[in-house]
C-alpha cells in the first residue's frame, strides 16, 4: 500500500495519520480493525489531495489565471 510512502502536507494530517498508525499497532491481531483504519488513512490522503488541489485553484482564480 502506498501509505508507508506517502508525506502529506497539512500538519493536520499528519498527527491524524500518526494517531491511525498507533491505534493499528494497538489493535494489530484485530483484522477487521485495521482494514477500517486503513481505509480511514487512504480517505484522509485523498481529502487532503482534494483540499490541496482546490487551494491550487483558487490561487489561480485570485491571479486571474483560470
Known amino acids: 500500500m502506498t501509505t ?3 508525506e ?3 500538519q493536520m494530517v499528519k498527527e491524524r495519520l ?3 498508525d498507533e491505534i ?3 489493535f494489530k491481531d484485530l483484522p477487521d480493525v485495521q ?3 486503513r481505509g ?3 480517505a484522509l490522503q ?3 489531495e482534494e483540499i490541496m488541489h482546490y487551494y491550487d485553484i ?3 482564480s485570485k491571479h486571474g489565471l483560470n
Do not use: F, R, W
Request: aromatic letters at 4%; zero cysteines; hydrophobic letters at 30%.
Open 46 to 48: 485523498k481529502s487532503e
Open 40 to 42: 480511514a488513512k487512504v
Open 8 to 10: 502529506p502536507k497539512l
Open 4 to 6: 508507508q510512502n506517502y
Open 18 to 20: 500518526t494517531k491511525i
Open 35 to 37: 482494514e477500517k483504519l
Open 24 to 26: 493499528m499497532e494497538k
Open 58 to 60: 483558487k490561487d489561480l
